[in-house]
């Protein structure tokens, strides 16, 4: 549980506790002893919540940075320590607070962007699981954003009679990519450029072997969305860091 204990203008002292589970998802705000919001959500990947703290106009913003949270909370523009800080009047607010604000927002839409960059590597290994479960069920369904690779290994497998091979492949396939958006998410441009390349050579793939125009175009989305990720990473080496949170 996070808390901050503050004093406002007036000396008038304030608690604010925010409780986030992360396996249920629940998310429980309180100021100064009382419940003001309890929501459940399951995939929390960065918001703000604004909030009236006896008169004063209050926002909890929630990061997500690869697999933990930070939060940090700001009242009248100013920046919240977890215990210690007396806020001035709205007034007096110095500019710098409300840089720190834009600095802060402008790291939470990074972090927002590189998640979803990496998110599309979970994408592409569960469409490729599904893809050789429908196939070895006799379906000719298929996600066009799941990779072929696998069954480049099933063709191999075919040749030589070993079916075994066949699921390994798939599964190594599913496997690496999985990996890879995990050490995406976190923040990794290795991650980022290895499986950005294995990706547009399996649209290469796609491309030359299958040409259809609905998988390409998929694999295309998939490769712009890993960009972005990458490009959000990049940016995020280059700016200032947001304020320090609680």
Do not use: C
Not at 168 to 191: D, E, K, M, T, Y
């Amino acid at each position: 549980m996070s808390t901050w204990d503050f004093r406002d203008a007036d000396l008038r002292r304030h608690v604010v506790t925010f409780e986030h589970h992360r396996w249920t998802g629940w998310q429980i705000l309180t100021v100064d002893g009382r419940e003001i919001a309890r929501e459940r959500k399951r995939w929390e990947s960065g918001s703000q919540r604004n909030f009236a703290l006896d008169g004063h106009g209050a926002t909890l913003s929630i990061v997500k940075r690869g697999y933990s949270y930070e939060y940090l909370l700001m009242v009248d523009g100013q920046v919240v320590q977890s215990v210690g800080t007396t806020l001035a009047h709205p007034g007096d607010v110095a500019a710098v607070s409300g840089q720190a604000m834009a600095d802060f927002a402008r790291d939470l839409e990074t972090q927002r962007r590189i998640a979803n960059g990496g998110g599309w590597f979970y994408w592409i290994a569960g469409a490729t699981l599904v893809n050789a479960i429908l196939y070895h069920t006799g379906s000719s369904l298929g996600f066009p954003i799941g990779a072929v690779f696998g069954f480049i290994v099933e063709g191999i497998a075919t040749e030589l009679d070993t079916p075994l091979l066949a699921w390994i492949g798939h599964a190594a396939v599913v496997g690496a990519f999985w990996l890879i958006g995990q050490r995406a998410r976190r923040g990794s441009n290795s991650a980022f450029v290895v499986g950005g390349l294995l990706y547009l050579l399996d649209t290469l793939i796609v491309l030359a072997l299958i040409q259809d125009v609905l998988f390409v175009g998929f694999h295309a989305l998939g490769l712009w969305g890993i960009y972005n990720g990458r490009r959000a990473l990049m940016r995020s080496r280059t700016v200032v860091p947001a304020p320090a949170l609680s």
